[in-house]
């Protein structure tokens, strides 16, 4: 991904792009937390090559190549994602509701579990114990899994809250948070375990994302 994240980036921009206001900060390590916002998608300063000024898709971007990618469903989910990002931000439109992502939030007793998959079949998880999985579209049966709760988490999606005023710090003890990247923006459905299990919509997701994480942990351990 970021070998072809770098290919994007263009010209010297006038100004160094501001970073993200306050980025959360839910683990110890510096790395986890970078981990950790990379998987929104919501802040493009964060997939800089480190010590350039670059701007992401370069300083004068042609719209209609980053509609491209961001339209290409072979293209991969978190790049579709920044470059739906990036039309919207510079007054482009985009398709409305097309789920690129998912990511379940749990605080637990040691710290914050997140899973994270994406529509191309990637998947990302940092377990509450600091330890971190990577998954790209491999092996099939975690990709399928993936995939398929991004499907199971479309009806959600109708339900979910804009994040208008940015995204919010990760969800307390006794809540769960199911975050959802599409094409228009980032939104939230959050609430504690006993009211989203009465959702019909929210608790498949829950259940699809509970089948994943069981690969996830399966094969991470093997």
């Not at 290919?7 to 937390?33: C, I, M, V």
């Not at 997939?47 to 491209?68: C, H, K, N, S």
């Not at 710090?169 to 809540?175: A, D, E, K, M, S």
Request: include cysteine; proline fraction near 6%.
């Amino acid at each position: 991904m970021f070998k072809k994240l770098l290919a994007l980036f263009g010209k010297k921009a006038s100004a160094t792009p501001a970073g993200p206001a306050a980025p959360s900060a839910p683990y110890k390590q510096d790395e986890l937390n970078l981990i950790y916002n990379l998987l929104f998608c919501d802040e493009s300063s964060l997939y800089q090559p480190q010590g350039t000024e670059t701007a992401l898709f370069g300083e004068q971007a042609d719209a209609a190549v980053v509609r491209t990618i961001a339209e290409d469903s072979d293209e991969e989910s978190r790049v579709r994602i920044l470059a739906c990002n990036w039309l919207r931000e510079n007054g482009h439109a985009v398709p409305a509701h097309e789920l690129l992502g998912v990511i379940v939030e749990v605080p637990l007793d040691e710290g914050l579990d997140v899973l994270a998959a994406y529509a191309d079949g990637t998947v990302r998880y940092i377990n509450q114990t600091g330890k971190f999985a990577v998954f790209e579209g491999a092996p099939d049966a975690v990709a399928d899994s993936a995939k398929a709760l991004v499907e199971t988490a479309k009806p959600a999606l109708r339900q979910a809250t804009p994040a208008k005023g940015g995204r919010m710090p990760p969800p307390g003890p006794g809540h769960l948070r199911i975050g959802f990247l599409a094409s228009d923006g980032l939104y939230f459905t959050q609430g504690t375990f006993e009211v989203l299990a009465k959702d019909a919509r929210a608790s498949s997701a829950i259940q699809s994302a509970q089948t994943l994480l069981d690969l996830v942990v399966r094969q991470a351990s093997e």
